[in-house]
């Protein structure tokens, strides 16, 4: 009768350990994990994914990076004509941590939003491979000069097409790109448009260049921007700031793709800039701290900093700045190692 007993007990001990074995989260269990549904929607869990959901690769994107970077293409001749190849590729798998903790199904030209700035001089012919390896429909519509079969808009390239655009670089400006397929706010929402700058012949006076595509994200699907920013990631610059040196002449390609909201602007601190809509004029139309632009408006900035110190660079509507468009501008004079 004991021994029955004993056995008993140590039956149930067995069976409680099992349960417990069975019951303990493995390490695979505790790991959060983030996964894309099929609305786009991105979640993190800890737990069993029932609905079919996929594991998304994530995005690295270094505004630091984007900031300065120009993109010239495979450079060749024909028939004394300067010829920029470039690869464009469309993605809409991709997640991005956009700010900690908050990920965002992102699709993308070349794998980041906003896509690659590219870069050419007026009269260039430009050809510009279009792969979309994306699972929805997408185009690249250019503004700018060109023919009617090249727009990216009557010309739909479905999930694992190819398109080449094929036209001359003009005029000499900022032309932002983006996808042109409807719905049209969900597509430009979600990251797929970049800039062009066409230099005019000659070149243009030495500065120091960079880009700033003003974009907004909204990562609950509800047609308004949670975030806001100069290069996606809210407030990069300002935890970043981007140095420059006094005397010199900055010059800031900017464009606004922010979707839903009607306008975007771009003020400056300490200082006023002279500035250039469209960039297709030799002579600036303003000398402000202030412009305003609605979307795929786009200009160039140019101006230097006399003192040395932080500037604030952001968008006076106040609710964009506290969303994440806000920058700094640390002014440093060469030489002096502390920026003094
Ligand atoms: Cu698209």
Redesign the pocket.
Known sequence: MASRRLLMAAAMLASAAAAALLSAPSDAQTERRTFVTHSGAVIETHGDVLDPMYTPSTVEFDPDEFLRNFEYGRVSEEDGRTVRDYTIV?R?DLVQEVSPGVFFNV?TFNGTVPGPTLRATEGDLLRILFINN?S????IHFHGVHPAEMDGVFEPVGPGGRFTYEFEAGPAGVHPYH???MPLEE?IVRG?YGMLIVDPPGGRAPADEMVMVLNGLDTDFDGENNLYAANTVPFYYQHHPIRIEAGKTVRVYVANMVEFDPVNNFHLHGNLYRYYPTGTDAVPAFYTDMVTMSQTERGIMEFEYEHPGRYLFHAHKVEFSEKGWSGIFLVERQGAPDGA
């Open positions: 469309a809409d699709w994306g929805k429909t997408h185009t996808c042109h397929v597509h797929l």
